[in-house]
């Protein structure tokens, strides 16, 4: 059973920054791809960040230089630096992860993070 635990959602001002959490179980998901999606109201769910079982990482053009993913294998979690928040960053957050056994991806709920002008 693999189960996804977000958290570090907030409402910040524009300007100030986020680390979001997310803590995965099961161990058909460890040390394997992980990553980070948004959705903002009215818009499909893209892409913010990845992280794979090798250790690299890509970031979608419009967050590159001012978010940050970093995972610890140990604990199973991959983290979300964001900084320089601005108003269109506003977006449900959603933790994926990877399992090897079902050869699926599995979703977190989502974390909501609203950036105020």
């Known amino acids: 059973q693999v189960q996804l635990v977000e958290s570090g959602g907030d409402l910040v001002q524009a300007g100030g920054s986020l680390r979001l959490s997310c803590a995965a179980s099961?161990?058909?998901?460890?040390?394997?791809?992980m990553g980070w999606y948004r959705q903002a109201p009215g818009k499909q769910r893209e892409l913010v960040a990845h992280?794979?079982?090798?250790?690299?990482?890509n970031y979608a053009s419009s967050v590159k230089g001012h978010c940050t993913i970093s995972r610890d294998n140990a604990k199973n979690s991959v983290y979300l630096q964001m900084n320089s928040l601005k108003p269109e960053n506003t977006a449900v957050y959603y933790c994926?992860?990877?399992?090897?056994?079902?050869?699926?991806?599995?979703w977190g709920q989502g974390t909501q993070v609203t950036v105020s002008s």
């Open positions: 994926a992860v990877y399992s090897t056994e079902s050869r699926s991806w599995y």
């Open positions: 099961g161990r058909s998901t460890r040390r394997n791809d």
């Open positions: 992280s794979t079982s090798g250790g690299s990482t």
